[in-house]
Every structure is written in structure tokens, then in C-alpha cells.
């Protein structure tokens, strides 16, 4: 069976205006040129029914993380929205905090989570649960940290998981080339854009 053909969920990891343009506070180097990228995949998830799963940091303005990173992605500012090229038509909002969610007739769910790790967020088991995936795809910003995180942890769930080379970006090249090696040793697999769309 080819991995094109198993039941599959897209993870689009944190592509928010803060890690995405120069002008962000966290920004990650060159993360605006895989905007492109970003887009196509998120749009090939939408014409192929394919669930998108949207990571996105969501900050209060005292949050613990801003001891050790500076400010960014605080709810309700400019610089924590997705650029709207990411965004798919139907979309809800999965929160942090234990509640119900229709899945009918959402192209897109955007995560919130507060700290690196998406599987913070305690909604996430049981919407992977709903989803039922066999394989995962894999990509965004930034690949050392919550890419790594995301990447990692849908490992742990056993089905296939495979991250896109020119659809990441990472804060520093060297951390990001470990990841992908660790990531690989893990038994992820790499792909590429023109691999996942097929153009």
C-alpha cells in the first residue's frame, strides 16, 4: 500500500506571523519564503478532504513562556494570526480546555496551545482519536522546537509520520539538521512538497 493511500491528517505547526516575517518577534530566518509552500499544502489538504490540523500559539499578555522567549502570538494581536493564504474556508477553533467540537464539515482546526509541545493542548488525543489517521504530514515552523514536538510525539501514536523538507524552517540550521536526523533514527520519513501535491 502506498502512503498516498492510507487515511491521512496534514499538521500545519505554528505558521503565525510572529515566527513567519521579519517583522515578528520570533521570527524564524527565511520562514517567509516557505509561505508558498505552506499555502499549496494547506490548499491540497482542502481539494482532497484531507483534515488540517493548524497549530497556533496562543499567549496571555503574563504568560510563563515570556520568562524564557520574548513576547509573541498573544491572543487577539495582529502578530499571532496565520497569514490568510494559511487559512481554509471552514475552520473552528479547538481551545485548551476540555470541550465538544463538530468535525462535520471542518476543513481546518486550529490548535491553541500555550507552550511548545501541541500535545499540551487536551483536546488533541481525542480529535486524533476522531480522525482516526494512518499517516501524518508534517510542517511549519520551527523545526528544532514545536515542529520537533509535533513531529515527535505522532511517532509515539505509531502510524505513519513524514515531515516536509522545504515547508520548514527552523531558528538555527544546525538544531534543525539534528532534528531531522533524530527524526529519521526515530523512524520518521522525509518528503518534499512536490512528493505530498504530486506537481
Request: charged share 20%.
Amino acid at each position: 500500500m502506498s502512503a498516498h493511500s492510507l487515511s491521512t491528517v496534514f499538521f500545519d505547526v505554528d505558521t503565525q506571523i510572529d515566527f513567519m516575517f521579519p517583522s515578528g518577534s520570533l521570527y524564524a530566518p527565511g520562514a517567509e519564503t516557505i509561505l508558498d509552500a505552506i499555502s499549496k499544502l494547506n490548499r491540497y489538504a482542502a481539494q482532497n478532504s484531507i483534515p488540517l490540523i493548524s497549530t497556533i500559539d496562543a499567549h496571555s499578555e503574563d504568560d510563563p513562556e515570556f520568562k524564557t522567549w520574548p513576547h509573541h502570538c498573544v491572543v487577539d494581536t495582529a502578530s499571532q494570526q496565520k497569514p490568510v493564504s494559511t487559512l481554509l474556508d471552514r475552520r473552528i477553533v479547538v481551545p485548551n480546555a476540555r470541550c465538544e467540537f463538530p468535525l462535520r464539515g471542518a476543513q481546518q482546526f486550529l490548535l491553541e496551545k500555550q507552550t511548545f509541545d501541541c500535545f499540551t493542548n487536551v483536546n488533541l488525543p481525542s480529535l486524533l482519536a476522531q480522525l482516526n489517521a494512518e499517516r501524518y504530514v508534517v510542517y511549519g515552523v520551527v523545526t528544532e522546537v514545536c515542529v520537533k514536538y509535533a513531529a515527535f510525539g505522532l511517532l509515539e501514536t505509531g502510524r505513519r509520520v513524514e515531515l516536509v523538507t522545504d515547508a520548514v524552517r527552523a531558528l538555527n540550521e544546525n538544531d534543525g539538521a539534528k532534528m531531522l536526523a533524530e527524526f529519521t533514527a526515530a523512524g520518521g520519513w522525509l518528503t518534499t512538497v512536490s512528493q505530498i501535491t504530486g506537481e
